[in-house]
C-alpha cells in the first residue's frame, strides 16, 4: 500500500485547507486511516481517525474544526480543516491500518504517507 498526501500549505490563521491522500496497491487491505500530525521537537499525534465503516475519532484539539473522510471507492481519505489556529502548524501524515476498529496509536498503522507541510500563520 502506498499513501501520498497532498493540500499542505500556507494559511493565515482562521483559514482552511483540504489535505487528500491518496491510496494505491492493496487497499483492499486497508480498514482504518487516521491523520497524523508532528511539529518540529513533538511526538507525532494522532489528529482524525477514521474506519472504513465511517467511525471517528478526533483530538479534542481539532474537534469542531477539522472533519475526516473517505471516498466510496476507500481509496481516498480528506482531511478538512477549518478555522486553523498557529498551533495547528506541522507536518501532517495520512496512515493506514488493516485493524477495524479506531486506532489511536500510531503503532497501529502498517502504512504511511510522506507528509505534507501546513503552516498557519497568526
Known amino acids: 500500500v502506498q499513501l501520498v498526501e497532498s493540500g499542505g500549505g500556507l494559511v493565515q490563521a482562521g483559514g482552511s485547507l483540504r489535505l487528500s491522500c491518496a491510496a494505491s496497491?492493496?487497499?483492499?487491505?486497508?480498514?482504518?486511516m487516521g491523520w497524523y500530525r508532528q511539529a518540529p521537537g513533538k511526538e507525532r499525534e494522532l489528529v482524525a481517525a477514521?474506519?472504513?465503516?465511517?467511525?471517528?475519532l478526533y483530538d479534542d484539539s481539532v474537534k469542531g474544526r477539522f472533519t475526516a473522510s473517505r471516498n466510496n471507492a476507500k481509496d481516498t481519505l480528506y482531511l478538512q480543516m477549518n478555522s486553523l489556529k498557529p498551533q495547528d502548524t506541522a507536518m501532517y501524515y495520512c496512515a493506514a491500518s488493516l485493524e477495524t476498529l479506531v486506532v489511536v496509536s500510531y503503532r497501529g498503522y502498517e502504512y504511511w504517507g510522506q507528509g505534507t507541510q501546513v503552516t498557519v500563520s497568526s
Open positions: 477514521i474506519t472504513s465503516g465511517g467511525h471517528t
Open positions: 496497491g492493496s487497499i483492499d487491505e486497508i480498514n482504518t
